[in-house]
C-alpha cells in the first residue's frame, strides 16, 4: 500500500471523526441538503500568561478569576494558574529530574511546590482570588478546559504604597500571540518602563522588540532575537534597548518563533504608574473608550505602521453626543513616527471616549491615551489603549462594591446592552440590568452590584442589540491621598466559535 492511499484513508478517518459519520459510497448529489449556518459553540479551551506583577517589596496583589456561565458547555473541566517560573526547569530538559524529585516528596507526604497551582477556580459563575505579597511572585501560566473555557478572564491588580509607579496598578492576563503595539510607553528620564514577556509553551520564543519615536526608528542596540525561555516570563527594560531619551515612544513586538504573552510596565517617578495594555492591531478607526471623568490630564499617542501618513479626526463620545476638541479637531501623524497631543482637561468633569477616523483615505494606526487624576503630589497614571469592540460578550474582574465604574460608548449606532454582576468571591447573589446606550455617547451606567455582596465580584457585559458597542471598567482607591486608579478595556472573550456542519463528501477519492 502506497503513501498516497494510505493519506486518503487517514483522511477519511478524520473525516469521521469530525462528523461522526461517514458514508462508504458516494454521496447521492441529488438528494444533497443546502448548506446550513455554522453553529456558534463555546471553545474548549483557553490559555493565559499573566506578568511578574511587580519590583517592589511593598506590592500587594491580587489574582481574580472568572469564567461567565455558558450554556453548551461540557459538564467537567478545570481552570488553574501555575507559577511560569516552576515550571522552567522542567520545559528546559530537567523534567526527569523534576519528576524524580516530585515521586520522592510524594512518597514522604509531601507535595511539589512546582506542582501546586497558584489560583485554581471553583465553579463558573463566581470568582476566585488569590493574594500575593513582595518582589518575588513570577510570571504566571495558565489553561482552562471544558466548562470553564469559555470567556475566561483572569486580572491581576497590585497596590504598591510609595516608590516608583506608586498606586494601583491593574492588567487582564492575556492570550498568547505573535505580535503587539504600545504606544505611550517612554524612555525619559523619569519613567521606567519595561515589556513583560511570558512564554507558555515547551520550546523557547524568539522575539524582537522595535521602539519608534516622534522621528521614526530608534537606535536599538539589544532588541533583536531575544530569547524567552520555555514556561517563563522575561522583563525588559525599554531604556537598556536605546540611549535616547523620548517621553512617547510606540513599543512593537514580533515573534519569529513560538508565542508569547506581552504588557508593558509604565512606572513614573511622580505620577504614579500603571499596566499598558497591547493596542488593538493597526486599523483605520479606532475607540478608546472610558476616559474617566475626572481625569485632570489626557495625552493621546498615535502610530502609523508602514510609510503612509495618517490624517485622523479627533472626535470624544461624550454623554451628550459627539463633540470635537477644541484646537485639536485632526491630527497628522507621519509613517513610522508617533505622535502625540496633550489634550488637556478635555472631559470636564463628563465621562467620555475617543474615537479616531480617517479624515480622507484610511490608513492603519495604533492608539492609546495616559490619563491622569489628581493634582500635585497626588496625581496618579493609567493607560487606555485603542480596544476591540464588546461583540456578544466581555468581562471585568475585581470590582469592588464602591470603588467600581463602567463606561459604555455606541460611536455609530444606538445599542441595548445587558449587564450582569456575578456573585461575589465570598457571598452574594447575581443581579443584572439593561442600558440603551445613544449613538454617539458615552454613559457612565450605575454598576449592579450583588446583593448581599461579600468579597469581589464580575462584570458581564452583553450586546442586546444594535452597536457596535466599546466598553472599559475603572477601579478607584484612596491610598495616603492619592487618587490612584487603572482602567481596563472589555474586549469580546471571544468564548463561542463557529463551527461549520460537516458534510460526507468521498469525492476526493475519485479521479
Avoid at 187 to 205: C, E, G, Q
Avoid at 214 to 228: F, N, P
Avoid at 467 to 484: I, N
Wanted: glycine letters at 12%; charged letters at 20%; a negative charge.
Amino acid at each position: 500500500m502506497n503513501r498516497t492511499t494510505l493519506s486518503l484513508i487517514a483522511g477519511v478517518g478524520a473525516l469521521a471523526a469530525v462528523t461522526g459519520f461517514a458514508a462508504l459510497t458516494s454521496p447521492d448529489a441529488s438528494g444533497a441538503s443546502p448548506a446550513k449556518a455554522a453553529a456558534e459553540l463555546p471553545v474548549e479551551r483557553t490559555s493565559l500568561v499573566c506578568p511578574a506583577p511587580s519590583s517592589s517589596d511593598l506590592a500587594e496583589t491580587t489574582y481574580t478569576s472568572f469564567t461567565p456561565v455558558t450554556k453548551g458547555t461540557a459538564g467537567d473541566g478545570k481552570a488553574e494558574l501555575l507559577s511560569a517560573g516552576e515550571e522552567s526547569g522542567a520545559a528546559a530538559g530537567d523534567k526527569g529530574a523534576k519528576d524524580k524529585k516530585a515521586g520522592k516528596d510524594e512518597k514522604a507526604g509531601k507535595t511539589a511546590a512546582a506542582d501546586k497551582p497558584v489560583l485554581t477556580a471553583k465553579e463558573p459563575g463566581k470568582p476566585v482570588t488569590e493574594d500575593a505579597s513582595g518582589a518575588d511572585s513570577p510570571a504566571l501560566v495558565g489553561t482552562a478546559d471544558g466548562k470553564f473555557a469559555p470567556g475566561w478572564t483572569v486580572q491581576q491588580t497590585t497596590q504598591v504604597a510609595a516608590g516608583t509607579g506608586r498606586g494601583l496598578q491593574g492588567v487582564n492576563c492575556t492570550a498568547p500571540d505573535t505580535e503587539f503595539w504600545f504606544p505611550g510607553a517612554s524612555t525619559a528620564p523619569d519613567r521606567t518602563d519595561y515589556v513583560h514577556l511570558t512564554n507558555p509553551d515547551d520550546s523557547a520564543a524568539v522575539v524582537d522588540i522595535e521602539l519608534y519615536g516622534k522621528d521614526g526608528a530608534l537606535e536599538t542596540t539589544v532588541g533583536e532575537g531575544i530569547t524567552v525561555q520555555p514556561h517563563s516570563g522575561e522583563p525588559i527594560l525599554l531604556s537598556t534597548l536605546t540611549s535616547e531619551k523620548q517621553d512617547n515612544v510606540t513599543v512593537h513586538v514580533s515573534v519569529r518563533s513560538g508565542r508569547v504573552g506581552a504588557s508593558v510596565q509604565a512606572l513614573d517617578d511622580k505620577l504614579g504608574g500603571d499596566w499598558l495594555a497591547a493596542s488593538v492591531d493597526p486599523t483605520g478607526s479606532l475607540v478608546l473608550p472610558g476616559i474617566p471623568k475626572d481625569a485632570t490630564a489626557v495625552r493621546l499617542v498615535v502610530f502609523a505602521p508602514g510609510e503612509a501618513d495618517a490624517d485622523l479626526k479627533v472626535r470624544l463620545a461624550s454623554p451628550t453626543g459627539s463633540i470635537t476638541p477644541a484646537g485639536n479637531e485632526t491630527l497628522h501623524v507621519k509613517g513610522g513616527m508617533t505622535s502625540a497631543v496633550d489634550l488637556g482637561d478635555v472631559m470636564r468633569g463628563e465621562p467620555g471616549s475617543l474615537v479616531l477616523t480617517p479624515s480622507d483615505h484610511s490608513v492603519p494606526v495604533v492608539a492609546a491615551v495616559r490619563v491622569v487624576r489628581g493634582k500635585g503630589a497626588a496625581q496618579e497614571t493609567a493607560f487606555i489603549p485603542a480596544g476591540r469592540a464588546v461583540g456578544k460578550r466581555a468581562t471585568a474582574v475585581d470590582n469592588t462594591g464602591k470603588g467600581t465604574r463602567l463606561s459604555v460608548t455606541a460611536p455609530s449606532a444606538t445599542a441595548e446592552i445587558k449587564v450582569t454582576a456575578s456573585a461575589g468571591s465570598e457571598g452574594g447573589s447575581a443581579v443584572s440590568k439593561t442600558y440603551t446606550v445613544k449613538s454617539g455617547t458615552t454613559q457612565e451606567v450605575e454598576v449592579p452590584v450583588p446583593s448581599g455582596l461579600k468579597g469581589t465580584y464580575a462584570l458581564t457585559v452583553e450586546t442586546v442589540s444594535g452597536g457596535p458597542v466599546y466598553a472599559s471598567r475603572t477601579l478607584t482607591s484612596s491610598q495616603d491621598g492619592v487618587s490612584a486608579f487603572t482602567v481596563q478595556t472589555l474586549p469580546d472573550d471571544r468564548g463561542m466559535v463557529a463551527v461549520p456542519e460537516a458534510d460526507e463528501d468521498l469525492s476526493v477519492l475519485q479521479k
